[in-house]
Structure formats: structure tokens, C-alpha cells
């Protein structure tokens, strides 16, 4: 029997944008959802990466040291870049006509739930008043507020747009995981992932990121050195749970740190180890049939190898685009959900006392 496809639905486009925490770019996506009943659907994904510029990486990354009049200004001219970079986005891809709506993450500088605090940059009115759109933005904070970690977000996304799959695994600046547990979502971080690669790669070998894991494939495993970071407190921690910035500079790295400037490649291949067995216990424990991975680490293919390796779950990996982009295509997705009145964070993820609808809106037009 084939299944009826209604010809009437009404698709709305958005533009997701994405900043992660591995500070390579900002993602810009452009997609169009419909929903009938609870089913929804999206087509027509046109993407971009902007890679950023020196001068951006490091203002990104040293946000976290600033003052709060310095994170203001940092907010705002946040805000001017990702306006600039959408309004060139909609121009190259001809979407004047199309777009309904942007949905920013913006970029996190702290992320520190348990004190009720989660900070994004990337002014709203900012972008609101560059691109003339409707814009939604700081989709954090009400859960925090809630009492929730205020993340991981992207599971509403699986639960609706990718539900073929038992868990969907993200391997960016840190690893998470979201899959369904007697009827609900559930979804945490599991461990820092390419951030630290990438921090120790750049600091020690000048490059950007360790291509394939070459670097990492050519090390052998420094075996005190992967006790303690296994047994650091985040992974006896039950579910919800996210990490952060914070965490990586209080915690993770001051281990690492101390193993060098010695067996530098030695140092990336246990952390490649670390992250493998981290991802793999977690697959493992519950028993994962087929798991979608996405994120930039699905390029380090010696991580990818060691993933497998160590799994019992069938590692599935998308194309490009879903690869590189499902962050920024969820975001809009979030954004449609706000925009439709409808929940789009869930207390069984986050550990909130209520579901929530997140998102500031900045309007135009009243909806």
C-alpha cells in the first residue's frame, strides 16, 4: 500500500544558523518544514559553511574571560557578523522570497546550568534589524530557568525528523547522544570530542585539525594517562548532563597538560581512546542497534575506526550535508517550532520541571 503524500501541505522556510564550540565556522542552512499532525517533513536544504577568520577565532574563544560590558559589545557585534553573513547567504542562494524566518544558536561563551547561567552571543535585534526577518534566538535559558541543563537541544530534532534511527550521535567540539527510552527521549553529552583535538593540535603541531587522525593513528596509548581521564567525576554522572567550555579548561585539560610538551602524538592517540571507549560504553550500555553519526568527527577516520571497532551498534553515516549541517537544520527546526506554538524542548532531556517552547522572538509581524 503506498503512502499517501499530501500535495497541499504548507512548507515554511528557515534559516538555521550554527556556531559550535569547535569554532571553525558558522554554519547557515536553509530549509523548508511542513507538518501534518505530528509528522514533519523537511526538503529543499541549501547549506554554507564561513569558515572563521583568525581575528574571529580568537575573539570567540577568548569571550569567556570578558567582562559583562565587554560581552555586551561582543553581542552585539556578534549579532552585525551573522546578519552580514545571512543577508550574503540569502543573496547567493536567491531566497528574498523564501525566508520566513532565521533561528540562531548564536555562540556559547558559559554554559554553567547548575548556576543557572547560560550565555550566547549574537544579538537577536541585531540580526533582527540587519536582515529585516523574523528572528528567534537564546533558545537556552527558559529551560535553565526550568531548572533544566539548557541543552543538549538538537534530540527534539531526532525524535521528529530522524526517528528511523535507535540514537543519533553528534561527534562536534563535544559528544552527545540522544535516543528513545521506554517512550521518552533521552540525551546527554558523553564527552569532549574534537575541542580538545583541535586545541592540542594547534598548540603543538600548528595545524588546525589532525587530518583523518593521522597524527593520532601514529601514537600508542599513554595507559595512566587514560585512567585519569576516565576517571574523571562527569562520566560517573547520571543523565541529564552537558558540558562546557568550563569544564574542559577546569577539568580535562589540566590532566592532559601535565604529559607534556612530552609524546605529543602519544597524548592525541589516548584522547582519541578516551573518546572511543567513552562513546562506545554508552552505545554499548544501551544497547544501540543502528546509531546516525554526524558531526566533524565523522572525518577522523582512525576516531571512526576505533568507534567501531569497540561498538556492537551498525554505524551509520550520512550524507555531506546532514553530516556537517544537522545542527544548523535542527536549529531551524526549533525555530518552526516556536514559530508554530509548539514544544521544542523536552524535560526528559534536559531534566527540566516542565517541556518548554524556547526561543526569543524578535518580530516583525506579530505571530
Known amino acids: 500500500m503506498k503512502t499517501q503524500i499530501n500535495l497541499d501541505l504548507k512548507w515554511t522556510g528557515v534559516i538555521g544558523l550554527m556556531s559550535g564550540t569547535s569554532l571553525d565556522g558558522l554554519d547557515c542552512c536553509y530549509v523548508e518544514f511542513a507538518q501534518e499532525k ?122 521528529y525528523l530522524f526517528h528511523e534511527y535507535d540514537a543519533c550521535l553528534n561527534l562536534g567540539g563535544f559528544s552527545n547522544i540522544s535516543f528513545k527510552k521506554n517512550g521518552q527521549r533521552i540525551a546527554f553529552d558523553i564527552s569532549p570530542c574534537n575541542l580538545p583535538l583541535n586545541i592540542f593540535v594547534s598548540n603543538y603541531f600548528n595545524l588546525d585539525f589532525d587530518e583523518g587522525g593521522k597524527l593520532s593513528a601514529s601514537g600508542i596509548v599513554i595507559d595512566s594517562l587514560l585512567d585519569e581521564l576516565n576517571a574523571l567525576s562527569f562520566y560517573k554522572q547520571t543523565y541529564p548532563k552537558s558540558l562546557g567550555f568550563e569544564w574542559l579548561t577546569n577539568q580535562f585539560l589540566p590532566v592532559v597538560e601535565k604529559y607534556t610538551p612530552s609524546a605529543t602524538n602519544d597524548i592525541l592517540r589516548t584522547i582519541i581512546e578516551h573518546i572511543a571507549i567513552q562513546v562506545t560504553d554508552v552505545l554499548n550500555h544501551q544497547v544501540i542497534a543502528n546509531v546516525l553519526v554526524t558531526g566533524g568527527g565523522t572525518y577522523n577516520s582512525f576516531l571512526m575506526k576505533r568507534i567501531s571497532t569497540l561498538s556492537k551498534s551498525k554505524i551509520v553515516i550520512p550524507d555531506k550535508n546532514i553530516i556537517e549541517f544537522k545542527e544548523a537544520l535542527i536549529f531551524a527546526f526549533l525555530g518552526f517550532l516556536n514559530l508554530k506554538n509548539t514544544i521544542n524542548t523536552f524535560k526528559s532531556v534536559t531534566g527540566a520541571k516542565e517541556d518548554s517552547i524556547g526561543g526569543k522572538r524578535f518580530f516583525t509581524q506579530s505571530h
Open 38 to 159: 505530528n509528522n514533519f517533513r523537511f526538503r529543499n536544504l541549501q547549506t554554507k559553511s564561513n569558515p572563521y577568520s583568525k581575528f574571529w577565532q580568537d575573539k570567540l574563544k577568548n569571550a569567556f574571560y570578558l567582562s559583562a560590558s565587554q560581552i555586551k559589545e561582543i553581542d552585539s557585534e556578534f549579532g552585525q557578523y551573522l546578519g552580514e553573513k545571512t543577508n550574503l547567504f540569502i543573496k547567493e542562494n536567491q531566497l528574498e522570497s523564501k525566508v520566513e524566518l532565521v533561528a540562531s544558536h548564536g555562540h556559547t561563551v558559559f554554559h554553567r546550568p547548575q548556576d543557572g547561567i547560560t550565555v550566547q552571543i549574537g544579538s537577536g535585534k541585531v540580526l533582527h534589524d540587519l536582515t529585516k526577518l523574523n528572528v528567534i534566538n537564546d533558545f537556552r535559558i527558559l529551560d535553565v530557568d526550568f531548572g533544566g541543563q539548557g541543552a543538549p537541544l538538537v534530540p527534539v530534532g531526532d525524535h
